[in-house]
């Protein structure tokens, strides 16, 4: 997305990098959840608020911070709201936001997620209480959903409301080896935002996808990348480059700026 390299080659070796090695983060600031024990967490029947079919947009985030946004026509934009990793603030959300406002659409916002921390979270609290000492499991569960957490209260904190979300799930970020693990914070953003009533999203690609949560399927619309051009995007809006279990609804590209298709 925004936050990675912006040249091709730069993208592809660093993401083929990160791929060979999974190292867990430190220092990372943490949220706590909002919701009472007990919250009825059950998914939600809720379907992503899209661009008309064909529309193209762009996605910044805090690479973008001091120089020129897209210009446009803009037909839509989406935003990050972290620096890059979960429980970080992008510091130019606010202006970012009112950009992608711009075309008239209401913008999207996505959220960077990846692993806790090395350190033990067990004691972090989340909507089934605190985690027994070593449930890696429940561990990554509240932590992905305190992640959700702190992120929509940034955004919100920054005029950046939106019904609209999307989860950026990479391997430019750092994930254990722990698939089941690495799913459990991927549901833990999904349950917190649909039960704050958002329609949520999945943005990555079929290799990473599989390298970081296997064969998890929420069933979430889809937001692939690795497009070229414009016309590659077009050919992707298809089950091939579908992943989790969605449907291909937004394609990524590179131009001089994250571009994206709106498939048909």
């Known amino acids: 997305m925004a936050a990675i390299a912006r040249t091709r080659g730069q993208r592809f070796l660093m993401a083929f990098l990160a791929g060979l090695a999974?190292?867990?983060?430190?220092?990372?600031?943490?949220?706590?959840?909002?919701?009472?024990?007990?919250?009825?967490?059950?998914?939600?029947?809720?379907?992503?608020?899209?661009?008309?079919?064909?529309?193209?947009?762009?996605?910044?985030?805090?690479?973008?911070?001091?120089?020129?946004?897209?210009?446009?026509?803009?037909?839509?934009?989406?935003?990050?709201?972290?620096?890059?990793?979960?429980?970080?603030?992008?510091?130019?959300?606010?202006?970012?936001?009112?950009?992608?406002?711009?075309?008239?659409?209401?913008?999207?916002v996505y959220l960077n997620l990846n692993s806790p921390p090395k350190a033990t979270y067990s004691s972090l609290l989340g909507p089934g209480g605190r985690c027994r000492t070593g449930d890696s499991a429940c561990t990554a569960y509240n932590y992905g959903y305190n992640a959700a957490a702190f992120a929509m209260s940034y955004a919100r904190s920054q005029g950046a409301v939106t019904s609209e979300w999307w989860l950026d799930v990479e391997t430019m970020n750092t994930w254990s080896a722990d698939?089941?693990?690495?799913?459990?914070?991927?549901?833990?953003?999904?349950?917190?935002?649909?039960?704050?009533?958002?329609?949520?999203?999945?943005?990555?690609?079929?290799?990473?996808?599989?390298?970081?949560?296997?064969?998890y399927a929420p069933g979430l619309p889809v937001w692939t990348a690795g497009a070229e051009s414009l016309a590659e995007a077009k050919a992707r809006?298809?089950?091939?480059?579908?992943?989790?279990?969605?449907?291909?609804?937004?394609?990524?590209?590179?131009?001089?700026f994250d571009t994206n298709y709106r498939c048909p």
């Not at 943490?30 to 064909?54: I, N, R, T």
């Not at 693990?181 to 704050?196: H, P, S």
């Not at 809006?237 to 001089?256: D, H, I, K, N």
């Open 179 to 215: 698939l089941r693990a690495n799913a459990q914070v991927i549901q833990g953003a999904v349950d917190y935002l649909q039960r704050k009533g958002a329609n949520v999203g999945v943005y990555s690609t079929p290799y990473q996808w599989a390298v970081i949560a296997g064969r």
């Open 22 to 108: 999974f190292a867990w983060l430190a220092g990372v600031e943490l949220a706590h959840a909002e919701e009472p024990e007990g919250a009825d967490l059950s998914p939600k029947p809720v379907a992503v608020a899209l661009p008309p079919a064909g529309a193209v947009g762009f996605d910044i985030s805090w690479p973008q911070c001091g120089s020129p946004y897209p210009a446009g026509p803009l037909a839509f934009g989406v935003v990050g709201v972290n620096h890059g990793k979960a429980n970080t603030r992008n510091p130019c959300l606010r202006s970012q936001f009112r950009w992608a406002a711009s075309g008239g659409a209401t913008p999207g």
């Open 237 to 256: 809006c298809s089950p091939a480059y579908a992943f989790g279990g969605g449907r291909v609804v937004l394609v990524q590209y590179v131009e001089q």
